[in-house]
C-alpha cells in the first residue's frame, strides 16, 4: 500500500513539473516571471505557517493556563 502512495506522489510531481515545463515552453512564459511567483509563493506559505505556529503557541499557552487554573481549585 505504500508503494501505491509513493508513486502517485511520484506522479503528481512529474505532472506538475511537465505543467510547469510546458507554461515555459509552450506558452512563453517567461523564466523570470516563474521565478517570482515561486518566490511570492514561499513568502505566502511562511507567512501561512508563522500564523499557525502563533495560534499553536497562544491555544498551547490558554490550555496550560487553564489547566493551572484548575489544578489550584482543586487544593
Do not use: Q
Request: with cysteine; aromatic share 10%.
Amino acid at each position: 500500500m505504500a508503494r501505491k502512495r509513493r508513486r502517485s506522489f511520484v506522479t503528481s510531481v512529474l505532472a506538475c513539473l511537465a505543467f510547469i515545463a510546458a507554461a515555459v515552453w509552450s506558452w512563453d512564459l517567461p523564466v523570470e516571471d516563474l521565478l517570482s511567483y515561486l518566490v511570492l509563493m514561499l513568502i505566502f506559505l511562511a507567512v501561512i505557517i508563522a500564523v499557525a505556529l502563533g495560534f499553536g503557541a497562544l491555544l498551547n499557552w490558554l490550555r496550560n493556563r487553564n489547566s493551572n487554573d484548575r489544578h489550584k481549585d482543586d487544593r
